[in-house]
């Protein structure tokens, strides 16, 4: 699923509380 893989790589390059915040306000990052 491309979007699970989306969110482990922003993960990475972000903290896990950022990541959720950006997943929150909305759930098709584009990154």
């Known amino acids: ?3 699970l ?3 482990k790589e922003s993960c ?3 903290p ?3 990541v959720s915040g950006l997943i ?3 759930p098709h ?3």
């Open 5 to 7: 893989r989306d969110i």
């Open 12 to 14: 990475e390059k972000l």
């Open 29 to 31: 990052p584009q990154l």
């Open 16 to 18: 896990l509380d950022q």
């Open 24 to 26: 929150e306000r909305d």
């Open 1 to 3: 699923m491309e979007l």
